[in-house]
């Protein structure tokens, strides 16, 4: 059997099936993210699920081409974002779920790991910050009511948490706030998909800053 | 509004909601890792896409209460993995592509990390391996070649990953083996999945060591 090896061209070749496939649904600024996503989960429910908040690629973009902090919610979608390309750009991803500072206060609270390491990032970086949260409700729960109250301005939340119990509301509930937001309506998500958003905006920054050292 | 907060709660509603919505379906030994992979990505297409080769979740099972090496193709899905409950029964999970001695083979060669890797893996650990790929299809197709040409004899191959462009046919070429697989048929998987696949065995040894020190 004869395999296309060359991982440029591998990739080159997906994306050109997914376009075709995509046909000429109109996706406008967004077309980038929907269609990194679906090349990370071969689900074209994607097209359909994932919803943005006005000028939200553009402004990332912007962001990210000077450097900015993102947050996840797992070292899972940590891991998938490509921090080699973002970390040239000066921006880096944090994942502060193990910590043990973390583990202690949630231990004492009776709440989740994943809802006190949102507290703590924002105590613990300065500068905007995106939140990119691929598995937990309760992280984007907290972040909904840090929001409220005024303790965070997210620069960008991505709230593609996955599942059965709390996961549609938790998105709802993002939606509802006046804040740049990706969402994954529905039960559908994860950890790749959160890293795949991230990683669809980065190689647009990285592209511009290239173009424009030219 | 209100939220279900406690994560053993989370979880155990999730199950729940999954088994009802399986209905009566005989799924037999393997059900736990359909139930895992359909709480991961919360898409019911697995139920029909995974393939199980005979007795793969018993002898797997056994094998990981004894502790047993696990590779992975990427970073995403070796920090998916519950590593602590993997080494509790001895087991480990390693993840090669980022080695700089496979960065360079592979480029001295012209081929994927993701491929070099297995091959470096065959080398450096010794004892039985459980291959995860979920999402390089050169990994899966370098591994048909090592089983076939006699390097190495895999505990397990789990062959999921995910995409466009090869991913079809190396999953097909795993099934022509006589070799131990779980493999998700289709262009559906990914990193998540093989995770998914993997904790779910972790979590039943573990859950049988527990019994027997009783």
Do not use: W
């Not at 944090?94 to 994943?114: L, M, N, W, Y």
């Not at 937001?181 to 529905?186: E, N, P, W």
């Amino acid at each position: 059997m004869e395999f296309i090896t060359n991982p440029d061209e591998i990739e080159k070749k997906s994306f050109e099936i997914i376009t075709r496939q995509l046909g000429d649904q109109p996706l406008g600024d967004n077309v980038a993210v929907i269609k990194r996503v679906i090349h990370t989960t071969a689900d074209f429910d994607y097209c359909e699920n994932l919803v943005f908040s006005p000028d939200v690629f553009e402004r990332t973009v912007a962001l990210l081409q000077q450097g900015v902090n993102i947050v996840t919610d797992t070292q899972m979608a940590r891991a998938g974002i490509n921090k080699r390309v973002l970390e040239k750009m000066n921006g880096s991803a944090h994942c502060f779920v193990d910590s043990p500072e973390v583990a202690q206060i949630a231990k004492e609270r009776g709440v989740t790991r994943s809802a006190t390491a949102m507290e703590y990032a924002v105590r613990a970086l300065s500068g905007p910050i995106i939140f990119a949260i691929g598995n937990a409700p309760t992280a984007l729960i907290k972040l909904h009511e840090l929001i409220e109250r005024g303790v965070c301005m997210p620069a960008l939340v991505i709230g593609v948490p996955v599942g059965f119990v709390n996961v549609v509301e938790s998105k709802e509930l993002i939606m509802t706030l006046d804040v740049p937001y990706i969402v994954a309506k529905g039960r559908k998500g994860g950890s790749n998909v959160a890293a795949a958003i991230v990683n669809a905006m980065i190689y647009e920054a990285a592209k511009r800053n290239e173009e424009s050292e030219k």
